[in-house]
């Protein structure tokens, strides 16, 4: 096996790339989570791909399909091992022998994640944050993802450029994270607002969208990025601070368009409330008793106050034959496809 990391170097390519070093409890010498190398690895490219697109003028968050030349030439490969230590030797794609549009973009998304790392790590955050050159809230919040590792027995992962100029050595540890954080926890213009509360409703039907509660009441119709997905599981019922466009009418929801989600600890949002009894029973869990008494429900005595809530011209019999009908076409339609 070292006989084969020997040949696998990155002296044998040739190519830009970087040396990734992982340092904590539960990293031995060659030996490491293959979840948590594989986040290194998949956050690290996708971040590199997000800012290709910014270096380009256009948000990584938009909507629409990516630059296909983009992707490949900001994709990261693993050519080796060092022996000994836990220190994996990557390099970006070869560009394309006649140069395009994109020319370098690889590299120079590189040099961006690695200096814009470095960025942020020696810069203040304070009311005027400065985002690095090629980063915005979707490179921030893959960069906070990749910090998930730090959670597992991590303290810090190292990245040191090889064959490419211009790009320093930076290493992303717990501090490095919170200023990451700090950043998507700030409005970056004037035109987003920032809002605090609980996670109460996702809806998918009407496409990514869910409500806030502020502490104080204050209800939000939130719409997210297709990219906010992967989050919204692990947000749900929990603490967050959103960043965004918030839209009020009159007569109407207040609606937040989300740009960046920060999960914060429940008891930020939980102490706020101490002392309120009436927006407690909101912000804790009641049981059944206690909520028909807080809401005043009273046991229903005739099943007719049940049937004069059914439209009258609804036939639930049609109704049940046109799923009927409906499941018959399916199954019909799979089995000719079964039998082309």
């Known amino acids: 096996m070292n006989e ?19 340092d904590g409890p539960k990293v031995g010498e060659a030996r490491l989570s293959a979840n948590d190398f594989a986040t290194i690895i998949f956050r690290s490219q996708q971040a590199m791909k997000r800012i290709g697109q910014v270096l380009y003028g256009e948000s990584s968050v938009g909507k629409g399909r990516k630059k296909k030349e983009i992707e490949e030439l900001c994709e990261l490969f693993v050519i080796g091992w060092r022996p000994g230590s836990s220190v994996a030797v990557v390099e970006l794609a070869k560009p394309p022998a006649q140069m395009s549009l994109f020319g ?8 961006a994640f690695l200096n814009g790392m470095q ?37 810090n992962v190292s990245f040191e450029p090889v064959y490419i100029k211009g790009a320093n050595t930076v290493t992303f540890d717990r501090p490095l994270r919170e200023k990451v954080r700090d950043l998507l926890g700030k409005p970056i213009d004037q035109c987003q607002v920032e ?34 997905q992967e989050m919204l599981p692990d947000a749900w019922l929990h603490t967050l601070r959103l960043i965004g466009e918030a839209v009020i009418e009159a007569n109407k929801e207040k609606v937040l368009h989300v740009a960046s989600i920060l999960p914060l600890e429940d008891e930020i949002l939980d102490s706020s409330i101490v002392g309120e009894p009436e927006k407690q029973s909101f912000w804790t869990s009641l049981s059944l008793e206690e909520l028909v008494e807080i809401q005043g429900v009273q046991t229903a005595k005739d099943i007719d106050c049940f049937s004069e809530l059914w439209p009258e011209d609804d ?9 009927l009908d409906e499941r018959s076409s399916r199954r019909g339609i799979i089995l000719e496809e079964k039998n082309r």
């Open 315 to 323: 036939d639930p019999d049609q109704m049940l034959a046109h799923i």
């Open 119 to 155: 960025h942020i790590q020696n810069e203040i955050i304070d009311t005027s944050p400065k985002i690095p050159v090629g980063f915005d809230t979707g490179v921030l919040q893959t960069c906070d993802y990749l910090g998930k590792v730090l959670e597992h027995g991590i303290d």
């Open 104 to 111: 370098y973009i690889g590299e120079e998304s590189l040099k």
């Open 195 to 228: 809002k605090v509360g609980r996670l109460e409703v996702l809806d998918g039907h009407r496409g990514l969208q869910g409500r806030l509660w502020e502490p104080d009441g204050t209800k939000w119709i939130c719409i997210f990025k297709p990219e906010h």
């Open 4 to 22: 084969i990391n020997k040949e696998m170097t990155l002296e044998s390519h040739g190519q830009p790339g970087f040396t990734i070093k992982i």
